[in-house]
């Protein structure tokens, strides 16, 4: 049967492409003049989901004599759900004036939607005015709508008001403002609130119950989050606990830590039920607790990997100092046609500041832009540090520079000040630390820790000493043993060793491992024996990682003392202690290549053994001779100076000249602290060939250059 009228042909439309041509019949019948057939036609294009359609929309609309109710609604509806969010204010005002169209029960719910997009939380309080003008404050429908408003804004103040001054208070009502509280981090509000809602004899439904769970997640309370479970149970009972329960269920579970638990529920549901937010619970808490493969198992069964899934285990892998493999892994998500959003950009460009892969950070940075992330000051953090950490600590500052003052924050004044520290810029640091408290932030803890460090590298000794001890009086931070570690290295970077070592004696924190490391080092540097026993003396009865005992063989060696020397390697054999081993790794063309000491395992192992070869050569014709010394073993000259010349960081080196453009800066990054001899080697190299040599070493960066180095030796 054919329909009566051609507007009878828009249920059966499919694109805007054939509502026009039923348009067209319209006009061409002359029904354009027809009120019912023009708001059918208006309800399809508000509501068609196109830019082009709700522009056709709104032409029609313009036509309309004598618009009704239904119609602003829909256009209201229409702009809410668009880009254009204000326009439905707009029409609301002119059906409210000009028009004088009263509202009805769905007005202000949609109104409230285009308003939660723009986002204004100040209009929630224009609305509520009209609200209350219009009567409708009483209708829960229209009440619970504004309270959504403001409880997904953290405006709690009114969200509550509105729910005190509401005659009728139902589970909607209550999940709202529950689930505000929650999102606001306000959880004896939230827990406040579910005990009136049990007072009023409202009962709670599975919204509620997944308001609490998320409430559980926040507190980190596995024993909260068991009692919530109970209750679901007792509430609602087994068979009422859908997917989306039991979804909130192991993700409660994952983020309390209780992965047996999370398991457990996730095998409750059936296998073709498992849903993607399940599964990537699964992977962030496995990979959250540093069981990073049993997370890539959960992965790898994934039939279809939505972003969350990728952008999971990209931080699982950076989370477990894998950065190798966060990358690889992102690379193949974009592979797989996957885009990053501002999360995955920021957790990617974390990697790559620790990777030194400045190449695929430039990328990401390029891709910010691209998808208008620019300014977000997560972002702009996460930009700042990953330049920093790549050694183009000058982009760095440009990028924190453009920040609105009003739009700093201390993690971004954090990263930069941590930034110039590696670099050895301590004063920059000091004028940029200065400037929080133009802008009247407070310096947090780890700010403080970044200062201390940047004057330690700088040997800021008066100023490193004023700010610690201006930590308290100033700001009420106690010092910890970051702060103090970061004083004793001060002290024993610029010669002070006994002052250093009075230090540690007074810490009211017992000094660990890594401050009595620092001391050694300091010692072996200035060549003081005295100190160096007593403190390796400290360093022995805890030997707690290989590197110490290393430290503590090589200032015997330099000693000549032989046997002492022999005895501490005895003991880290017996002991089965390791020192981690030294390498170091340069990106050419988007990838990293690695090295490691004496490596032939390299493609390009016998061009490598030239260029060192020539590297050696350049060296003794300038009068460059051979650190040895720092060479730990009792064995003669002519092998300790095979020893040093074949480094990670000079093998690094020769791969740059052989493959890099002659004008491009050679970036090596090495996971331990370059050795004398290389230091010294790379600065003759510089300017032997000519090149920028960028070292960034685990303490901090040596730029090189016409055989100069950035630290002053001062390292």
């Keep these: 049967m054919l329909p009566s009228s051609p507007i009878d042909l828009l249920a059966s439309c499919g694109s805007a492409r054939q509502a026009l041509q039923v348009h067209a019949q319209v006009l061409l019948r002359g029904l354009h003049r027809c009120q019912l057939s023009l708001s059918k036609l208006i309800t399809f294009f508000a509501l068609s989901g196109s830019y082009s359609g709700l522009d056709h929309s709104r032409l029609l609309f313009s036509r309309l004599d004598h618009p009704d109710v239904f119609v602003c609604n829909t256009m209201i509806r229409g702009y809410a759900r668009s880009d254009s969010p204000s326009e439905a204010v707009a029409i609301f005002k002119s059906m409210m004036g000009d028009g004088g169209i009263s509202p009805n029960h769905f007005t202000f719910p ?121 209750l679901i149970y007792k509430k609602l009972g087994m068979d009422a606990s859908g997917v989306l329960l039991k979804n909130a269920l192991v993700d409660m579970y994952t983020k309390c830590g209780q992965m047996r638990m999370a398991e457990h529920m996730f095998n409750m549901t059936l296998p073709c039920e498992r849903s993607a937010p399940a599964v990537n619970s699964m992977i962030s808490g496995y990979a959250g607790c540093g069981k990073i493969d049993i997370a890539r198992n959960f992965f790898d069964e994934m039939p279809a990997k939505d972003l969350i899934a990728w952008t999971s285990m990209v931080d699982g892998y950076s989370q477990a100092g894998r950065y190798g493999e966060a990358l690889d892994l992102f690379l193949e998500m974009e592979n797989a046609g996957l885009k990053p959003d501002v999360i995955t950009i920021v957790i990617v460009l974390s990697a790559c500041a620790h990777l030194g892969a400045i190449e695929v950070g430039k990328r990401l940075h390029q891709c910010a832009d691209n998808m208008l992330f620019g300014y977000n000051p997560i972002l702009r953090t996460a930009l700042v540090d990953m330049y920093a950490k790549c050694g183009l600590i000058g982009t760095a500052i440009d990028l924190f520079r453009e920040v609105d003052d009003k739009s700093k924050t201390v993690p971004l004044f954090n990263s930069m000040i941590f930034g110039l520290a590696q670099h050895g810029l301590g004063k920059t640091a000091l004028t940029v630390f200065r400037e929080m408290g133009v802008l009247n932030l407070k310096p947090d803890d780890i700010t403080y820790t970044a200062i201390l460090c940047a004057c330690s590298h700088s040997g800021l000794i008066e100023e490193g000493k004023q700010i610690f001890y201006c930590m308290l009086d100033k700001d009420g931070i106690n010092p910890q043993i970051e702060h103090y570690g970061c004083m004793v290295d001060l002290l024993g970077r610029s010669g002070l060793l006994r002052e250093a070592y009075d230090f540690i004696k007074e810490m009211p924190i017992k000094a660990n491992s890594v401050i009595w490391l620092s001391v050694l080092a300091a010692c072996r540097k200035h060549g003081n024996a005295e100190i160096g026993e007593d403190v390796a003396k400290q360093l022995l009865y805890d030997p707690n990682d290989g590197g110490s005992c290393v430290l503590l063989s090589s200032i015997l060696s330099d000693a000549k003392r032989w046997e002492d020397a022999g005895n501490v390697r005895k003991l880290i054999d017996n002991k089965h202690i390791k020192k981690p ?126 055989g100069l180095c950035s630290c002053a030796d001062f390292w």
Aim: with cysteine; net charge neutral; charged share 25%.
């Design 110 to 230: 949609f109104l409230v939607n285009a308003c939660a997009r723009m986002p204004r939380p100040e209009t929630g309080l224009e609305v509520q005015c009209h609200v209350i003008k219009t009567g409708f404050i009483s209708d829960s429908f229209v009440v619970n709508s504004l309270m959504h408003f403001y409880s997904r804004f953290s405006v709690m103040n009114s969200a509550r008001q509105l729910f005190g001054e509401s005659l009728l208070r139902d589970v909607v009502s209550y999940n709202t403002l529950i689930k505000g509280y929650v999102r606001g981090g306000h959880p004896m509000e939230a827990l406040s609130c579910f005990q009136d809602m049990g007072k009023s004899d409202v009962c709670p439904d599975e919204y509620t119950f997944v308001s609490l769970l998320s409430l559980c997640s926040l507190l980190g309370d596995p024993r909260a989050g068991k009692l919530v479970h109970q």
């Design 581 to 706: 081993p030294g390498y170091s790794y340069v990106e050419w063309k988007g990838s990293l290549n690695k090295f490691l000491a004496n490596d032939e395992s390299h493609p390009q192992t016998r061009e490598l053994s030239l260029k060192l070869e020539e590297m050696s050569c350049i060296l003794k014709s300038a009068g460059c001779i051979p650190h040895t010394e720092q060479v730990s073993f009792d064995i003669d000259e002519e092998e300790k100076e095979s020893a040093v010349s074949c480094h990670s960081e000079k093998l690094a080196l020769a791969f740059g000249l052989i493959n890099m453009d002659p004008k491009e800066t050679i970036r090596i990054f090495k996971n331990l602290r370059i050795c004398q001899d290389c230091h010294s080697s790379f600065k003759v190299l510089s300017r032997a060939y000519s090149r920028e040599i960028i070292v960034r070493d685990r303490i901090r960066f040596h730029h090189m250059k016409d």
